[in-house]
């Protein structure tokens, strides 16, 4: 269905409130009210949506709100008036929650991917899609194909569901979406998580959605630095016809144009505000005789014997220093990670992976992933990334943060202690260090760091929630948290920053990049995997040193 250009396809009235669902009565405070800005959108545009509050614009807009007064003609007037119920013809594809659909509290076992697959084991990408097409039978073979092409996937369609990568995945869901033939296409922060080929890809066949009458008008939401740079210039991806702003209960909805000229100048320096420059970082003197932390030589990882994702790679990490691992989209870093983590089955057959096989950090004696029991390999190495984001158990009832937190001292998902200020062990001096270790971090990152109205009683409220109460930014600080606490060894911050509001990006990269307030030992090392250079929070001048994977091989630059 092609929507009549001449209708309004969404329109919020001016001074309208927008309720979550059930709150009770007009004394509820709204989430977001419209006061002198009405936000209509023609089928034409091509929204951009940003802020903090971009996450209740989407529940707005997929009718999980109440716009108080209502509008006369409805959320989305053309189909009120055609008389078309809208969420039939709406697709909103997010990433916050999942990238593989586990995060639903149910234990979800990530290293199923890495499991020896047979040919046809599994559905593959391709038959998933043959799915689709069997019941929206209105796309030609000639427009899938091309849709293929364009969202790189075509050398993909034979690969099982399971064994894509992230960014294969990611592509994959704004594919299905869009052979489902919506009128409307939401999506959810798009671009994290993809290579800079696939960003181009994405943002090409987004921009050809303009011209072509039967594609979906797209809303899409994006962390504010992919459209304003640190000197708010726009930086936005060509597609963006209008900018819809949320945050603080600020609302805002204009052209690309508008936003730029005057909405950025004037309000954006404020809400960007706060932690600007950086601390002095000092270089951190590694020599060849640095005790190594990870030492691999020669890995090979092939799958159905023949796909060879690792090929001969070899990589020494000592402590100190600072790895940012980068490569394409489905180039093997997840992979090399779940060797390093000893998650792979194949770890166990790699004549030369040697990891650290103690958390005190004067033995670090290093030793084959086969002779390293899983507890301790866990316990030596702290882990932020997309697949433990969703493995993470939310149904434990009563998880509190603080038990959340102290997880990582053991690297196991269940807290050994019933709650706060109760850190199971035995010796009396360690389960200080340890209690007097998890309030350094909660305090240095916690909202205390990051909330508008900080407070001293904020850290230990927050530490006292329930895990699964906190929003999503939250809970993957909370991760952060949990990777750093017991000092591993090795730290592994894969997309760290998705999913976290600003002002959480910021504190946070002030905290790793500060030598002086103890986020690192001298004895750790870090490895910051991320497509986007500037997210690394260390410089090559301070010593940062580059691993890229291409074509199952590594190189090393620094
Ligand atoms: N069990 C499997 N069988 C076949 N191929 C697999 C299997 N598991 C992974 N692969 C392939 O290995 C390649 C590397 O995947 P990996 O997840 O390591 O990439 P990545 O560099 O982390 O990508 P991204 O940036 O998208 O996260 C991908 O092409 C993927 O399809």
Do not use: C
Request: aromatic share 8%.
């Amino acid at each position: 269905m092609r929507i009549n250009p001449s209708a309004l396809l969404i329109r919020i009235p001016k001074s309208s409130s927008i309720y979550a669902l059930g709150a009770a009565n007009k004394r509820s405070k709204p989430l977001f009210e419209t006061r002198d800005v009405e936000w209509t959108v023609n089928p034409e545009d091509s929204w951009a949506l940003v802020g903090k509050g971009k996450g209740d614009i989407f529940q707005t807009l997929l009718g999980h709100t109440r716009v108080s007064p209502p509008p006369p003609e409805g959320l989305y007037p053309w189909f009120k008036q055609m008389d078309v119920d809208p969420f039939s013809r709406l697709k909103f594809v997010s990433f916050r929650h999942s990238i593989r659909g586990g995060s639903s509290g149910e234990f979800y076992d990530y290293t199923a991917r890495y499991g020896a697959m047979r040919d046809g084991d599994d559905k593959t990408l391709g038959n998933s899609f043959l799915d689709i097409l069997r019941e929206e039978s209105k796309t030609t073979e000639t427009e899938y194909h091309a849709l293929m092409m364009s969202l790189g996937l075509t050398e993909h369609l034979d690969v099982p569901l399971v064994a894509l990568s992230n960014g294969q995945m990611r592509r994959a869901r704004i594919a299905r979406a869009i052979l489902r033939r919506p009128d409307i296409l939401l999506l959810d922060e798009p671009l994290t998580g993809l290579d800079t080929i696939s960003r181009e890809r994405l943002t090409h066949l987004l921009e050809s959605f303009r011209s072509t009458p039967s594609a979906p008008t797209v809303l899409s939401s994006f962390r504010l630095q992919e459209v304003v740079d640190h000197g708010l210039k726009d930086v936005a991806p060509p597609f963006i016809s209008h900018v819809v702003y949320l945050e603080n209960e600020r609302f805002w909805a204009g052209s690309r144009a508008e936003f730029f000229e005057d909405f950025a100048g004037r309000y954006l320096h404020k809400a960007n505000g706060g932690y600007s420059g950086r601390p002095e970082v000092t270089t951190k003197l590694v020599t060849a005789e640095t005790p190594l932390v990870v030492d691999m030589q020669g890995i090979n990882v092939v799958y159905q014997g023949k796909r060879k994702v690792l090929d001969d790679v070899s990589w020494q990490i000592r402590q100190g220093e600072r790895w940012h691992l980068q490569g394409s989209n489905g180039s093997g870093k997840t992979t090399l990670l779940s060797l390093l983590t000893g998650d792979h089955p194949q770890s166990y057959t790699q004549k030369h992976l040697l990891l650290p096989s103690s958390t005190a950090h004067r033995q670090h004696e290093l030793k084959l992933r086969k002779r390293i029991p899983t507890a301790i390999l866990q316990s030596s190495i702290g882990l932020v990334s997309p697949e433990l984001f969703d493995a993470f158990p939310r149904k434990q009832p009563g998880m509190t943060v603080w038990d959340a937190v102290q997880t990582g001292f053991t690297g196991v998902f269940m807290p050994a202690g019933k709650g706060v200020g109760n850190v199971e062990h035995d010796d009396d001096d360690v389960k200080r260090m340890r209690v007097k270790r998890i309030w350094e971090v909660l305090e240095a990152i916690g909202p205390n760091s990051w909330a508008d109205n900080a407070s001293r009683d904020m850290t230990r409220e927050f530490a006292a929630r329930r895990f699964t109460d906190l929003t999503l930014g939250e809970q993957r600080v909370v991760l952060l948290m949990r990777a750093l606490v017991g000092r591993p060894p090795l730290v592994i911050l894969d997309e760290v920053w998705s999913g976290m509001e600003e002002g959480m990006v910021r504190a946070v990269k002030r905290y790793l990049t500060d030598d002086s307030n103890g986020a690192f030992g001298k004895e750790q090392a870090v490895v910051v995997v991320t497509h986007w250079e500037e997210e690394v929070p260390w410089r090559m001048e301070e010593g940062l040193k580059r691993f890229t994977l291409e074509g199952g091989q590594g190189h090393k630059s620094s």
